[in-house]
């Protein structure tokens, strides 16, 4: 015979894996080391993606592309900087733009990043290392999972060329 004792250790052991799975976004025993962009992050979900390429080889180059949401806009931010000393500052930016995207260029920035990998943010010792450094961010990130990998060099290239493209745009 099962004791009102026993039902409720049952319970009470099953409400709190559900609240713990609730408020760590299915808990942080259960989460998953990789996300996938289109399958654990939708596209109407992500927020901010940063593509930085930062080298402070002779002379010093500095490219960021940002893609980002604000106020239900999609929006497509470069910058350049350029010098001859190091490090690069703000006072160093040749060329930057915004550019409001359309929902098909918002969807071929998307094209590029599906299957791509975000995984935990780690210290990186590569000393010199130009990147580029790509991070997402999407709702309900909550600062862990935000390092972001194509899933393969052809992607990346499409990434790039689509930048460039916006970059151009008038």
């Known amino acids: 015979m099962i004791s009102l004792k026993h039902v409720t250790i049952a319970v009470a052991l099953t409400v709190s894996v559900l609240f713990l799975m609730g408020c760590t976004g299915g808990g942080s025993f259960f989460m998953k080391d990789k996300l996938i ?3 654990d992050i939708a596209m109407q979900d992500i927020t901010e993606f940063y593509y930085t390429y930062d080298a402070s080889t002779f002379p010093p180059r500095f490219q960021r592309y940002r893609f980002s ?3 239900g806009k999609h929006l497509f931010y470069h910058e350049k900087r350029e010098g001859k000393t190091w490090p690069l500052r703000e006072k160093h930016i040749t060329v930057s733009g915004t550019k409001e995207l359309s ?12 299957d791509g990998i975000v995984e935990k943010r780690k210290e990186h010792l590569e000393d010199g290392d130009a990147g580029p450094w790509l991070f997402l961010y999407w709702k309900g990130d909550r600062g862990k999972y935000q390092e972001f990998s194509f899933v393969h ?4 290239k499409e990434f790039e060329e689509l930048c460039v493209t916006l970059k151009d745009a008038k």
């Open 153 to 156: 060099l052809g992607a990346r």
């Open 37 to 39: 962009v289109g399958k």
């Open 103 to 114: 929902d098909e260029e918002w969807a071929k920035f998307f094209a590029c990043v599906k």
């Open 69 to 71: 949401v604000k106020d």
